[in-house]
């Protein structure tokens, strides 16, 4: 079983639709991160998060919303999807020791139509 | 200017050759450095952490200079299954964690 799990893997859907992406782990970790990744881009950071009910914005938070309720879970949602948000999603954790290394869930592939 | 820049390649090198590419970044206090590699689609795998003294892992070896700012990547004896998109990742903590992923460098093993 994969240590960070994301859920679903592949999504298409339409403009204006809201949009939930899921995000367990099973590492114990603390920290808990959402990317985004595209052509040329390479990994952008959306959100974060050091702790239950700790949100941090990243790089490029704006259309995006977060929530974190348990040590385990992270869920990104995209209240209104536009098609520029078309991309590949990642999770990932760390520990909360400094200098720890990140480490990714499977990705979602998502495309708004 | 970025943060932290790679060569996006491609590095196209036959089996077996030494293949060496760096990544550079523009914060002095960055304090820690990983490798990862990153196949097609898939997401991306921690290859190794870089440390000051040099560390490697079988046929790859990472160096950090922190003089000049920059991280090395050596893969000796490169494999068919090397090939692969190799990304640096520059971290630094202050009052907000900052971690920076390079845009990836390709490489192709060619037989």
């Known amino acids: 079983d994969a240590d960070v799990t994301q859920t679903p893997r592949n999504r298409i859907t339409k403009t204006g639709k809201r949009i939930m992406l899921e995000c367990s782990q099973t590492?114990?970790?603390?920290?808990m991160y959402w990317y985004r990744q595209d052509p040329g881009l390479g990994l952008r950071l959306i959100y974060y998060s050091f702790d239950v009910k700790d949100i941090n914005k990243g790089e490029i938070s704006d259309g995006y919303s977060v929530s974190r309720q348990a040590q385990a879970k992270f869920s990104l949602s995209l209240e209104s999807a536009i098609p520029n948000q078309t991309a590949l999603y990642f999770c990932a954790t760390s520990d909360r020791t400094v200098n720890q290394p990140q480490h990714f869930g499977d990705g979602t592939r998502l495309s708004i139509l | 200017r970025k943060e932290v820049e790679q060569d996006p390649g491609p590095f196209n090198v036959p089996e077996g050759a030494t293949v060496a590419f760096n990544c550079t970044y523009s914060?002095?206090?960055?304090?820690?450095f990983f490798w990862y590699r990153q196949d097609c689609r898939k997401e991306p795998k921690l290859l190794m952490s870089?440390?000051?003294s040099g560390n490697e892992d079988g046929r790859f070896t990472a160096q950090l200079n922190r003089a000049s700012q920059y991280i090395s990547l050596l893969i000796r004896d490169s494999k068919l299954s090397d090939s692969a998109t190799y990304l640096c990742v520059v971290t630094r903590y202050s009052s907000a964690s900052k971690i920076i992923f390079g845009s990836g460098t390709r490489l192709s093993i060619r037989p």
């Open positions: 870089v440390y000051s």
């Open positions: 914060n002095s206090a960055s304090q820690s």
């Open positions: 590492k114990g970790h603390d920290r």
